[in-house]
């Protein structure tokens, strides 16, 4: 019996070994991913762009004239380059222009939202209030919104080859939800509520996002 069980315990501290040097070797090998060029066209940062109501409509989604709270969720989106964090703008499909969408200073900058009522429609149904990277889903249906709309409305390129300027082979690319891999394509992404998502650029950051503390939201 004793030989039993000195055999299954060296089974077992082999087998333990074997899973945290693959676990170093898949991190070694994250880790050592070279850094994305920066593209000539393209590259980060992404402002907002000026025409929110427009983009809106190019993502397939109807803009109103206040923000409808009968469905809404939150997702995250976590964006880096080369271990930097790309900020997610402010004020995504809203017309932060239109007289009835108020602007409050915080910690982290700009935010806009406060809207009673607008005279024309001012504000799309996915949306950012502030620079924190919540993707606020405010709408009058349970239709859930995806990825690739909110970067309809940021203006920026995203599909299974580019993000933006950067694109395979020359810059890695690796998208990421609730900290798993995803190998998809990023559009389709559906915006779940409490889901956090993370698109990693060329060289990634020491640690992936697996959540989000979405309290203040």
Avoid at 6 to 17: D, G, K, N, R
Avoid at 28 to 51: F, R, V
Wanted: charged share 20%.
């Amino acid at each position: 019996m004793s030989g039993l069980r000195i055999t299954s315990a060296l089974a077992v501290s082999a087998a333990v070994t074997v899973a945290v040097l693959a676990g170093q070797s898949s991190r070694a090998g994250i880790a050592s991913t070279p850094p994305a060029p920066t593209p000539k066209t393209g590259a980060a940062p992404w402002p907002a762009p000026p025409d929110a109501m427009r983009r809106t409509r190019l993502a397939g989604l109807v803009p109103e004239r206040a923000e409808l709270l009968k469905h809404h969720v939150h997702a995250h989106l976590d964006v880096f380059v080369n271990r930097r964090p790309v900020p997610v703008p402010a004020g995504l499909g809203i017309n932060i222009k239109d007289p009835g969408v108020h602007r409050f200073d915080t910690p982290i900058g700009a935010a806009y939202g406060g809207i009673s009522l607008c005279d024309k429609a001012c504000i799309s149904p996915l949306h950012t209030h502030d620079r924190s990277g919540v993707l606020h889903t405010e709408s009058g249906t349970p239709k859930p919104n995806r990825l690739g709309q909110l970067f309809t409305e940021w203006g920026v390129r995203l599909d299974t080859t580019c993000v933006g300027g950067y694109c395979r082979p020359a810059a890695a690319i690796a998208v990421y939800v609730n900290g798993k891999r995803y190998a998809g394509d990023p559009r389709a992404i559906g915006l779940a509520d409490g889901r956090e998502i993370a698109i990693v650029i060329g060289s990634p950051p020491k640690q992936i996002p697996a959540g989000y503390d979405f309290s203040n939201a």
